[in-house]
């Protein structure tokens, strides 16, 4: 497998942005999902080269969003959120984070742009799920599936990494006319958004970081231990708590019983369907027990029916479980592009991971074990590498102003995380919230610092506190909620 030569700054510099045509704009409604409220938007589709260094490659849509500024006069610098996964549509995502973001909106547009794969911007769809990447099949399944999925892709999918999709921000900016820009990137949109700064800094005017990815770190070997991390973080909360402590004062031995039950073998659950109100057989092992607690523990809301739906599981009672990991996984599966996810991961994650110096005992003793990680290594051991710059993978070394944003009880992206980031950063700063998941834009205040910092370049005062004061959701005792 031979990766594509690096692009370099001079020519990354000549790449046809100043080509592409200004989008035409007409009115529409955005939406998190077909059925929800919509949000009003200005939307178009802006064509890009597939391959920005070779025009005859063909080009691609790509799907833009403007939400307009409610000031009559709006600043020329929008503010632009970068959504993660990889492979989540930023245009959905904003469609479920507008709360966060409304102070923002005061003087500025919002501008939003479906990264290259994902969303309605030339989507990377296959039959690939994440049945796959959470290690569900055989290493020969898993093969197979693979080389299928790369088959049916109806774009040359090396042309969808992160050094690609920083061009075709650059470009879009150039296009509609808008001086710099003001960056929000979550989880993976932090890659994003770090390379864009390094790659155009006179193009980007500030910087938020909420979830943050270390560029020179990649993703894979630490997702199993940092989520054994978190779980037992909720289980030592719990102990502390007297009514989560006084109802479940077993919940540890509860969850070792559960996954070594499950382990043995799974069970069948009977859940209702939401449309046709039948009941379904699904089946409910140790392999969907391990994705239902990876993906509750991101939020605090979900965390805090941790306690009881596993000691409820523990007891023979697996349907509480099982419905919230049936509806987390079939939300994750409607919102992130496989192949997209793929195309960053296998180009700019799998290939740096030190596969024989992992901590194996770690990642065996965790409640996930090893089979995601195993996963990505047979996936992207067929996958085709992308476009890679050369120093995407380097701390980004800024005078700008950035923020970064850590859920103390983030599942994904540690605190750590944002110390490593900011290294080379002058004007950085860094928050923290206790027992918060992952991405703080929403959580209590924070709308409010997320929009001065926008509007000053600065911290605005107390924005510690913001995080300090913050509601976490108190676990729940039972169905009715937590003890008042």
């Known amino acids: 497998m031979v990766r594509i030569a690096a692009i370099g700054l001079l020519l990354s510099a000549l790449s046809f942005a100043e080509d592409s045509p200004v989008p035409e704009l007409v009115d529409c409604r955005i939406s998190i999902s077909p059925g929800s409220p919509g949000i009003a938007a200005r939307c178009g589709i802006f064509a890009r080269p597939l391959d920005p260094m070779n025009e005859h490659a063909g080009t691609i849509d790509l799907k833009v969003a403007v939400i307009p500024a409610l000031s009559l006069e ?64 055989s290493a020969e399944q898993t093969l197979r599936l693979t080389r299928e999925c790369i088959d049916l892709l109806p774009h040359d999918p090396r042309f969808f990494t992160t050094s690609v999709a920083v061009q075709d921000l650059e470009a879009l900016r150039i296009a509609l006319g808008y001086t710099q820009l003001n960056l929000y990137g979550i989880s993976y949109g932090t890659r994003v958004a770090q390379h864009f700064a390094r790659r155009y800094p006179d193009s980007t005017r500030t910087v938020i970081l ?3 990815v270390p560029p020179h770190l990649p993703l894979g070997p630490e997702i199993a231990t940092e989520s054994q991390l978190a779980i ?36 069948t659950v009977l859940l209702m369907h939401p449309v046709t109100a039948k009941q379904e057989p699904v089946e409910f092992g140790d392999q969907q027990l391990a994705a239902a607690i990876r993906l509750l523990l ?8 941790l306690p009881l739906v596993i000691h409820e599981a523990a007891n023979g009672n697996y349907t509480p479980l099982a419905a919230q990991f049936h509806m987390i996984v079939t939300s994750l599966a409607e919102s992130l592009n496989i192949g997209m996810h793929n195309a960053v991961m296998c180009t700019e994650d799998a290939p740096f991971i ?42 980004l070394a800024t005078d700008l102003p950035v923020l970064l944003l850590s859920g103390g009880a983030d599942p994904i992206t540690p605190a750590r995380y944002a110390d490593m980031a900011a290294v080379e950063m002058s004007s950085a700063w860094l ?5 918060q998941g992952h991405g703080l834009a929403a959580v209590g205040c924070m709308p409010r610092v997320v929009g001065e910092f926008v509007k000053t370049a600065a911290l605005p005062d107390n ?22």
């Open 431 to 435: 928050l923290s919230g206790e027992n």
């Open 232 to 267: 037992d973080h909720v289980f030592d909360r719990c102990a502390k708590e007297p009514a989560c402590d006084g109802q479940f004062p077993d919940i540890r031995s509860d969850f070792a019983s559960l996954r070594a039950t499950l382990s043995a073998a799974p069970v």
């Open 74 to 137: 709006p600043a020329t610098d929008p503010f632009v959120p970068i959504a993660g996964g990889p492979g989540q549509s930023t245009i959905q995502f904003y469609a479920g984070w507008t709360s966060a973001f409304e102070r923002v909106r005061k003087d500025r547009d919002i501008l939003l742009l479906d990264q290259r794969g994902t969303g309605e911007s030339a989507p990377l769809v296959c039959d690939l799920d994440e049945d796959a990447i959470d290690g569900k099949y």
């Open 210 to 212: 909420d979830g943050v």
């Open 463 to 484: 924005a510690a506190a913001c995080l300090t004061d913050a509601f976490v959701m108190p676990f729940f005792v039972d169905y009715s909620g937590p003890t008042p």
């Open 354 to 395: 030190d596969w024989d110096n992992l901590d194996h005992d770690a990642i065996r003793a965790s409640y996930m074990g090893p089979l995601q990680l195993d996963a990505i290594k047979t996936m992207c051991s067929v996958w085709p590498a992308g476009v890679l710059d050369e120093d995407i993978r380097e701390p």
């Open 298 to 305: 991101y939020n605090p809301r979900t965390v805090a029916l």
